[in-house]
């Protein structure tokens, strides 16, 4: 699965810095513009777009390098079978937390595409093709969680991860 599952959250790492770079052009055109005189109509959504769907997509990425906030203060005070307990309470609590929400993302894109709901602003786009930046965000984080915890429940070693995650804290 690693030759599969690396690239796949390589891919979102770099979607999520071009809808950043996005993010950048649009607030960057919606300046100039004003000062210009001119206007560009749903500029200031697409901004909110490009920003909802870098922030999602640069989920599974984050947790698959080890960039999210982890309590380590904790963690890094419990030893052998104590310690991996709780490592895999947490691991299957965020599994669970993270599948919800990647399950009703995906069925707000379907229920949206199935209305034809479409923004309120200017732009008047149809509402699922900005949210399918969340769904698949939130369905690779969730994948990236029980990637983990599989590999946890296989011997990864936790302690060298929480060394190395207290050093970068």
């Given at each position: ?33 004003r000062l ?14 490009c920003m ?10 984050a947790f ?106």
């Amino acid at each position: 699965m690693r030759p599969i599952l690396d690239p796949l959250y390589r891919a979102c790492g770099w979607l999520a810095g071009l809808f950043m770079i996005a993010l950048l052009i649009t607030i960057l055109l919606s300046i100039f513009g004003r000062l210009a005189g001119f206007y560009l109509r749903g500029l200031d959504a697409y901004a909110g777009y490009c920003m909802g769907a870098s922030s999602f997509l640069a989920l599974g990425y984050a947790f698959g390098h080890g960039d999210h906030i982890r309590v380590t203060l904790v963690i890094q005070r419990l030893t052998g079978t104590t310690r991996r307990g709780f490592e895999l309470f947490c691991l299957l609590l965020a599994l669970a937390m993270s599948g919800a929400f990647a399950f009703y993302s995906c069925k707000m894109v379907w229920w949206s595409y199935k209305f034809h709901d479409i923004s309120q602003s200017n732009d008047a786009t149809p509402l699922w093709i900005p949210q399918l930046g969340m769904a698949i965000g939130t369905a690779v984080f969730a994948l990236s969680i029980l990637d983990e915890l599989i590999l946890v429940l296989r011997g990864k070693a936790l302690e060298a991860q929480a060394a190395e995650l207290a050093r970068t804290e």
